[in-house]
């Protein structure tokens, strides 16, 4: 029997998804927009919906630099550090 | 870590591809004893890590590399180049992740300067971007297979174009530089003519330019600016890192009158500049200038202020390739917004 090797390799950092909220209620709510063309009109709807429907103890905006590239790492730790919940706005 | 499994030894083509580590092609079978040679060959050792592969940031070491290259079909000698072409990719300036996850349609293209372009035979001339060459098919797929399986940059879960484009099966070119007036891309970038390196550059596919009539460098310019202009869209402006490739025909035009290749790239910038009142959103198209860059401009609909196609001359990269006979080019263009990719290079390392 031959031998092969594999060619994929295991991720550096492994990561998960996050624990899903069952409600919105008291907790601080990060738009995230990417710098797409007209992303800042689907996160200004969401955010009035929001607004509308639940209670958040506050909506907070934030904006990557541009949509080509991951958010650098202070933006990430800012939200990290200070959200319950991140909604990011694709767009186009 | 090995592959354990009866299905391997029973078709083990299709077993790699039932398992999603190939490209859709089959592949060659890495088996132990293929993979040492081809680590031999390079005179790097198996554990030495080359890079993490975004955006999965997976582990290349040499080895994983090697594994890859060898189902690419690569030959043992081509490993250097694969190991340089991937450090490349990792580096930061690359921008891998978004290249590999975004909606766009860019692939690396892999492209070689120096000595080692004979001694593996990379193609540089007659059909390039074509099929025919082992070391341009399989160079750029191996790259491609480690863009998958270290990378994690499957089609349709995390790498997500729209519609991609053919040199994401390989994508892999040299530069004729025996055919060039000029220095080449690599000497250009700072490296001794005996040096052989790799550049990639995140690029859309290639796009060819026709033009058999014109005898002096303004009318073969304009030719070319008329078709860099359109590149990524027609109103799109400061643009990054693009790839110009003459054809030896047509290299002789600009180079037989004495022009240098800034004078070619200075030529093409300043052609491609367009007053902003012809880069306004909803003429000639829906898109435009963008929101804060018209906010500079009191009345856009009459303002002449020119706006540049590209960032900088530079960001028009040239080299020389192709046939020796007919006038043609090409335009490859970047996937470069501003602060995105940009044409990143590495030197080989033989041993």
Redesign the interface.
């Known amino acids: 029997?031959?031998?092969?090797?594999?060619?994929?390799?295991?991720?550096?950092?492994p990561r998960k998804t996050a624990r899903r909220p069952s409600s919105l209620d008291g907790l601080v709510v990060t738009l995230l927009d990417i710098s797409k063309?007209k992303g800042d009109h689907l996160l200004d709807r969401i955010e009035e919906l929001l607004r509308e429907r639940a209670r958040p103890k506050a909506i907070v905006r934030k904006k990557k630099?541009?949509?080509?590239?991951?958010a650098p790492e202070p933006l990430r730790a800012e939200i990290v550090g200070g959200t319950g919940v991140l909604i990011e706005a694709l767009a186009? | 870590m090995s592959l354990a499994d009866p299905g391997l030894d029973a078709d083990a083509i299709e077993e790699l591809y039932a398992r999603g580590v190939t490209d859709g092609l089959p592949v060659v079978p890495p088996t132990r004893g293929r993979v040492e040679r081809t680590i031999a060959a390079s005179g790097r050792g198996p554990d030495e890590l080359i890079g993490l592969v975004p955006p999965n940031y997976g582990r290349a070491t040499v080895e994983k590399i090697a594994v890859n290259a060898v189902m690419a079909g690569c030959r043992p000698e081509y490993l250097p180049v694969v190991l340089a072409a991937v450090e490349a990719v990792c580096d930061d300036a690359f921008d891998l992740h978004g290249v590999s996850a975004t909606t766009n349609a860019p692939a690396p293209l892999v492209i070689v300067n120096g000595p080692l372009r004979g001694e593996l035979d990379i193609n540089c001339g007659a059909g390039v971007f074509g099929s025919g060459w082992r070391a341009n098919a399989t160079i750029g797929r191996a790259l491609r297979l480690v863009c998958v399986n270290v990378g994690g940059a499957r089609p349709g879960e995390v790498s997500m174009s729209t519609l991609a484009h053919p040199g994401r099966y390989t994508y892999c070119i040299g530069e004729r530089e025996e055919a060039s007036p000029w220095e080449s891309l690599a000497v250009e970038h700072g490296f001794a003519p005996g040096d052989s390196t790799v550049a990639v550059l995140a690029a859309d596919a290639p796009l060819g330019v026709y033009d058999q009539r014109s005898r002096t460098p303004e009318d073969l310019l304009a030719t070319l600016a008329a078709s860099l202009a359109v590149v990524a869209h027609h109103k799109m402006t400061h643009w990054g890192d693009t790839l110009l490739v003459l054809s030896p025909e047509h290299v002789r035009i600009p180079g037989d009158a004495g022009w240098t290749k800034a004078e070619v790239r200075r030529w093409l910038w300043e052609r491609l500049q367009r007053p902003v009142r012809e880069l306004l959103p909803g003429r000639d198209g829906g898109e435009g200038l963008p929101e804060h860059v018209l906010r500079k401009f009191p009345d856009p609909a009459r303002d002449d202020s020119p706006i540049a196609k590209f960032r900088s001359p530079d960001n028009i990269k040239i080299l020389v390739a192709g046939g020796t006979a007919g006038r043609f080019s090409a335009i490859v263009p970047g996937w470069t917004f501003s602060k995105g990719s940009a044409l990143v290079f590495r030197p080989i390392r033989t041993p």
């Open positions: 029997m031959s031998e092969y090797l594999d060619p994929t390799a295991p991720v550096a950092v063309a630099p541009t949509f080509a590239r991951p186009d």
